[in-house]
């Protein structure tokens, strides 16, 4: 049977050899007039997203003594095919249909890993299988257990197919009693594991707990020096699913990847990444279970995909703090289209991680259904960094418990409805502007309809860095609990948007504001007694 998949390949061939070179473009002429149309359209200018190519070449995992029958460990003859194809200059590594459990799986340049249909790796949980390795989590430099999935100093790396890849996630992740329904958290509890203090967090063992307690900043362990202390808190090192650092040309593609230990997708430092028609799904309990963190990544392409995350769903970051500043390499040129949230933290985020700069991001239709926030942006003092050049458009919502819209400048860590909302504090004495100092500013959205919302927009910025130039046009926010907030805030303009709260009344309030425009009304100051108007 002749397959897509061996068209294109046959293509490949041809141009290969028409050519005289290793490497051509793989993308369809229907999908590079596509492309090109992308890229007129964008709102800045951007280099196209390379595509990686691989030579007409392949071998199975079963040619190496891959065994799916869910016991064996597959780990070697993972490796041994990798290395195999990689020697004769690359190609596609074949997962035939079955289930292939297994340890960390380590692509090489020239790599294309094919699932077939009804391919399911299953990664192991045995977590001795996944070495301690130095790496960053969370912006920070730090030690995690490696990735089931991971690609370092790699070019031309794919994962491509129909398959699935399923992180064993659950043998990892601590969950929260409140969470979980009654039933949910009895099995859980009653399946082993340890409880905290307060018993309403449960661990997987001792070492998690232990390695939960060594952490002040977030998921960074603190106090942790030999390796007898970090191999004392392995099952708390939960590591991402797929972890790609300072690799060029990605391509992932018609792959589901699901229940990860931690994040789910995590291309750090990475150059033209294309992430096409995927599926990504984290039980909507998983802790820090984001679904793509895109983390100084320039130029990337994420379109046509599905994300069901336990945490934000499509993220964009850059380091935290001074980790993230020493990099500096900012989150930028992104084109983000076509793609599908659902529950998790939030639809399209921003920070909190990103001191090193996001610019340069597209967002254009996309979904959002039961996010509890639908376009998050959220930063504190220490981050530094600048958001900037943001372009939003054509954005669909529902059923959004929180902010349909929040800029946060006061972020604390928590979850939407946890903490992190309207915040006004008293300060006696303003901080100086300093290069710790996060700024968002420049952004645009347009086109964005949501119902039943918490609070429709909320802007919350520092006094010492008001959130700037913020431009919305053509948004409508029904069913409504709160208006929009607007506070520490210069320049925004808000165009034929209309906010019906299920309460009625006033539904604007302004504080702290310069330079505001209302539809065709202007304030040009507000201090810092609020006063609420109607839109």
């Given at each position: ?265 995590h291309p750090l430092s990475c150059e033209d990444i294309t992430i096409n028609n ?47 500043r020493r990099r500096g390499e900012p989150c930028q ?203």
């Amino acid at each position: 049977m002749i397959t897509f998949s061996n068209l294109r390949q046959w293509a490949l061939s041809v141009c290969i050899a028409a050519f005289a070179l290793g490497y051509t473009n793989s993308v369809t002429a229907k999908n590079a007039t596509e492309a090109d149309n992308i890229y007129s359209e964008l709102p800045f200018q951007m280099n196209k997203v390379q595509l990686p190519v691989f030579p007409d070449y392949s071998r199975s995992i079963t040619e190496f003594g891959a065994v799916a029958d869910g016991i064996t460990l597959n780990t070697e003859a993972f490796d041994k095919a990798i290395k195999a194809v990689a020697e004769k200059g690359g190609g596609k590594v074949i997962v035939p249909a079955g289930l292939w459990l297994t340890g960390p799986i380590v692509l090489q340049s020239n790599i294309n890993l094919y699932l077939e249909e009804n391919a399911l790796v299953l990664f192991t949980a045995d977590h001795t299988q996944y070495p301690i390795v130095k790496t960053s989590f969370e912006g920070l430099e730090t030690r995690r257990c490696q990735s089931p999935i991971s690609a370092l100093n790699a070019e031309n790396v794919a994962i491509t197919g129909k398959g699935v890849m399923d992180g064993n996630g659950d043998t990892w992740r601590p969950v929260k009693k409140d969470k979980m329904t009654a039933n949910q958290w009895k099995k859980l509890v009653a399946s082993g594991g340890v409880l905290d203090e307060s018993g309403r967090i449960w661990y997987p063992s001792e070492g998690s707990i232990k390695g939960a307690m060594a952490c002040k900043n977030f998921n960074v362990p603190e106090g942790i020096n030999t390796d007898e202390e970090w191999n004392s808190i392995r099952d708390w090192l939960r590591p991402v699913l797929l972890s790609f650092i300072k690799c060029k040309k990605v391509l992932l593609e018609g792959v589901t990847f699901k229940n990860s230990p931690s994040w789910c997708l995590h291309p750090l430092s990475c150059e033209d990444i294309t992430i096409n028609n995927i599926s990504v799904s984290n039980p909507w309990y998983s802790q820090n279970g984001d679904a793509l963190d895109l983390e100084s990544c320039n130029r990337a392409l994420i379109q046509n995909s599905s994300f069901d995350a336990g945490d934000d769903g499509i993220c964009i970051k850059s380091g935290k703090d001074e980790d993230g500043r020493r990099r500096g390499e900012p989150c930028q040129n992104v084109i983000i289209r076509n793609n599908v949230v659902l529950h998790g933290h939030g639809g399209f985020v921003v920070g909190s991680e990103m001191s090193g700069g996001v610019k340069n991001i597209y967002v254009d239709n996309c979904t959002f259904l039961g996010t509890d926030v639908g376009l998050r942006f959220k930063s504190t003092r220490g981050r530094g960094g600048v958001v900037e050049n943001i372009h939003i458009n054509n954005i669909n919502m529902i059923n959004i418990p929180n902010e349909g819209l929040i800029f946060d400048l006061f972020y604390g860590g928590k979850a939407p409805g946890e903490g992190d909302g309207y915040n006004n504090p008293t300060e006696q004495k303003i901080p100086a502007v300093t290069e710790e100092t996060p700024a968002f500013r420049d952004i645009f959205i347009k086109n964005v309809t949501a119902k039943n919302v918490g609070r429709a927009i909320l802007f919350n910025g520092l006094p010492e860095m008001p959130i700037k130039n913020i431009h919305i046009e053509n948004v409508t926010m029904s069913d409504a609990k709160d208006g929009v907030i607007l506070n520490r805030t210069d320049g925004a303009t808000l165009k034929n948007v209309k906010v019906i709260t299920t309460k009625g009344g006033n539904n604007l309030k302004m504080q702290n504001v310069t330079n505001v425009t209302v539809g065709d009304k202007q304030y040009k100051k507000v201090g810092n007694q609020a006063e609420s108007y109607k839109f």
